[in-house]
């Protein structure tokens, strides 16, 4: 269950919310993009108010607004590395596979276009996942235990990677994890138990 009195975060800012498994943190993400709507209150992206929109409309604002890295990839299986990239910007301004092919190049990937996920490793997977949800030059991005599957040495590159690119951007990052070793680099670092207070707050 998630009782958050407000949650805010700013353009460019890197937050890290800490918490163990089952607290809650990825239906607080899903709430934030819009998956999920809630229950009371408000959840306001780049300004817009996401409770009153109805599922499509909801798409929309997420397509031109966040990137979402999920713990578990969400690649499809029937469609090559650079497919999956383009397909991520297929709901917002539209396909684009130079931008696409350079992301993947960017991750190091620039070898695997044409691969299939299942013939990738599972931290390539992770990082076709993390092309995918910077494809739409996103304000916001979301990433969900990006690290829990990986190795450390692939952890430490994943999260670089993210922070590198959303930094460059200008985008904002809110990352949720357990791992005390992903979220020591963060400057701030908040315990999702102590936000999820109906008096708490931030």
Same mark, same amino acid.
């Given at each position: 269950?998630?009782?958050?009195?407000?949650?805010?975060?700013?353009?460019?800012?890197?937050?890290?919310?800490?918490?163990?498994?089952?607290?809650?943190?990825?239906?607080?993400?899903?709430?934030?993009?819009?998956?999920?709507?809630?229950?009371?209150?408000?959840?306001?992206?780049?300004?817009?108010?996401?409770?009153?929109?109805?599922?499509?409309?909801? &798409? $929309? /604002?997420? =397509? %031109?607004?966040?990137?979402?890295?999920?713990?578990?990839?969400?690649?499809?299986? !029937?469609?090559?590395? *650079?497919?999956?990239?383009?397909?991520?910007?297929?709901?917002?301004?539209?396909?684009?596979?130079?931008?696409?092919?350079?992301?993947?190049?960017?991750?190091?990937?620039?070898?695997?276009?044409?691969?299939?996920?299942?013939?990738?490793?599972?931290?390539?997977?992770?990082?076709?996942?993390?092309?995918?949800?910077?494809?739409?030059?996103?304000?916001?991005?979301?990433?969900?235990?990006?690290?829990?599957?990986? &190795? $450390? /040495?692939? =952890? %430490?590159?994943?999260?670089?990677?993210?922070?590198?690119?959303?930094?460059?951007? !200008?985008?904002?990052? *809110?990352?949720?994890?357990?791992?005390?070793?992903?979220?020591?680099?963060?400057?701030?670092?908040?315990?999702?138990?102590?936000?999820?207070?109906?008096?708490?707050?931030?």
């Amino acid at each position: 269950m998630v009782n958050l009195a407000s949650f805010r975060l700013l353009a460019g800012e890197q937050r890290a919310l800490r918490g163990e498994s089952g607290c809650g943190k990825t239906t607080l993400l899903n709430l934030i993009a819009g998956l999920l709507r809630p229950d009371a209150g408000q959840i306001r992206l780049a300004g817009q108010d996401l409770s009153p929109l109805s599922e499509a409309q909801r &798409d $929309r /604002v997420r =397509a %031109r607004t966040l990137g979402y890295v999920f713990q578990s990839f969400h690649l499809l299986p !029937g469609h090559t590395c *650079l497919e999956n990239v383009l397909l991520g910007m297929a709901f917002g301004p539209g396909e684009d596979r130079a931008r696409a092919a350079a992301l993947l190049e960017r991750v190091g990937l620039g070898h695997r276009l044409a691969h299939w996920p299942r013939q990738l490793s599972t931290g390539q997977q992770q990082r076709v996942a993390v092309a995918r949800a910077l494809a739409n030059r996103p304000q916001l991005v979301l990433a969900d235990e990006p690290t829990g599957n990986l &190795d $450390r /040495v692939n =952890a %430490r590159e994943v999260l670089a990677l993210i922070r590198d690119t959303c930094r460059e951007a !200008g985008a904002a990052l *809110l990352l949720v994890s357990h791992d005390p070793e992903m979220l020591a680099g963060f400057d701030t670092v908040q315990s999702f138990d102590e936000l999820n207070r109906p008096e708490g707050g931030t």
